[in-house]
């Protein structure tokens, strides 16, 4: 996916929740590790809702935000989510999977600051903000929540 406007950030992080959902309930069945599993099965359901929140802020967002161009985002590697499920998530352990989905999170809000910096309307801030807001507050309940399946 060539990524030209805030519109298509948008698509493609709704693209990637959704992608990452499936790649982890695929593995999640796969897993011989049971503690890993459940995580698995968990993480699939949570990025199915961020996928949901995502396409909540795409149909909702103003229109000159979605239509402003995005210059600077090439020099960003971004995560494919038009290829097939990797399988790294079926051999994991428990912690190998927290470690490995905190770290796709971790890309994405570093892009959202970074591009936060360098829009050029109010608009277009106002959503990266509200956007970076939303996948850190998902990131620290997430943190709490597999620390508590940690715990059991």
């Not at 929140?53 to 229109?63: F, I, L, N, P, T």
């Not at 290829?83 to 994991?92: A, G, I």
Request: charged share 30%; proline share 1%.
């Amino acid at each position: 996916m060539e990524i030209k406007t805030f519109a298509d950030l948008i698509d493609w992080t709704r693209q990637l929740h959704g992608h990452l959902a499936r790649c982890l309930q695929q593995s999640a069945s796969r897993n011989p590790d049971e503690r890993a599993s459940l995580l698995l099965e968990y993480l699939s359901r949570h990025e199915a809702i961020l996928e949901k929140g995502v396409a909540e802020y795409e149909r909702q967002a103003d229109s000159r935000a979605l239509e402003t161009r995005l210059y600077d985002y090439g020099v960003h590697k971004p995560i494919k989510t038009d290829q097939s499920c990797d399988t790294r998530y079926d051999s994991l352990d428990f912690d190998g999977v927290a470690r490995e989905i905190f770290q796709v999170h971790k890309q994405v809000c570093e892009l959202y600051d970074n591009l936060i910096t360098k829009a050029e309307i109010r608009e277009a801030k106002t959503l990266l903000e509200d956007l970076l807001a939303m996948h850190e507050h998902e990131a620290m309940r997430l943190s709490g929540q597999i620390g508590r399946i940690n715990d059991l």
